[in-house]
């Protein structure tokens, strides 16, 4: 529910799709990130083409269709650096949005 806030506070529309194993996020029809939830972590999938798997930032290959990028969060420490990458995820799937993404994902 915290997570669902703090994407709504980015502005835009944004609807939440509850799915059977994750919750989707959309804007404009088009998925940006899911949440999946397990016992000791959150699973957080991002939709970023283009941008290459680093560090944290892994490739959701295998995992969920949906999106491009996995996340595990392990702790409410890592809050603010996922909350930016949900930022620039979010952005990337508005109306007029360009091609070149910036992430900054290191």
Avoid: K, M
Avoid at 36 to 41: E, G, I, L
């Amino acid at each position: 529910d915290r997570l669902a806030a703090q994407v709504r506070d980015f502005g835009g529309e944004v609807d939440i799709i509850p799915r059977r194993t994750w919750i989707g996020f959309e804007r404009g029809g088009r998925i940006f990130a899911i949440v999946a939830p397990a016992v000791d972590h959150l699973d957080v999938g991002l939709n970023c083409p283009g941008l290459p798997p680093a560090g944290r930032f892994r490739s959701a290959q295998g995992w969920n269709a949906a999106v491009t990028h996995r996340i595990r969060i392990v702790s409410q420490d890592d809050d603010d650096e996922l909350i930016e990458w949900l930022r620039d995820a979010h952005e990337a799937a508005g109306p007029g949005a360009a091609s070149g993404l910036r992430w900054s994902c290191d």
